[in-house]
């Protein structure tokens, strides 16, 4: 996947790669694929982490929790 191979290419890279993992995660959980969706949402995190941005960590975390929340998933 692009995304993958994005977040390889240094903190620009990460930066575009935890935005395309933070908007497949809600469309897959709004699908009702949990499996994908939660490795979208393990995705993002590690492309958050790469970025070095604090501010991206958080919206990725945010991102990821409020479909989790809203689907009762938040054991997670």
């Known amino acids: ?8 290419q ?3 890279g ?3 790669a935890t935005s395309v993992w933070v908007l497949a995660f809600p469309l897959a959980a709004k699908q009702g694929r949990t499996v994908p969706a939660d490795a979208y949402a393990e995705q993002a995190a590690v492309a958050a982490r790469r970025s070095g941005d604090p501010v991206l960590l958080a ?3 945010r991102a990821v929790a409020t479909p989790r929340r809203r ?4 054991d997670e």
Do not use: K
Request: charged letters at 15%.
């Open 14 to 16: 990460a930066v575009r």
């Open 10 to 12: 240094g903190p620009a």
């Open 71 to 74: 689907t009762g998933r938040t």
């Open 1 to 8: 996947m692009a995304a993958a191979h994005s977040a390889e």
């Open 59 to 61: 919206a990725a975390a």
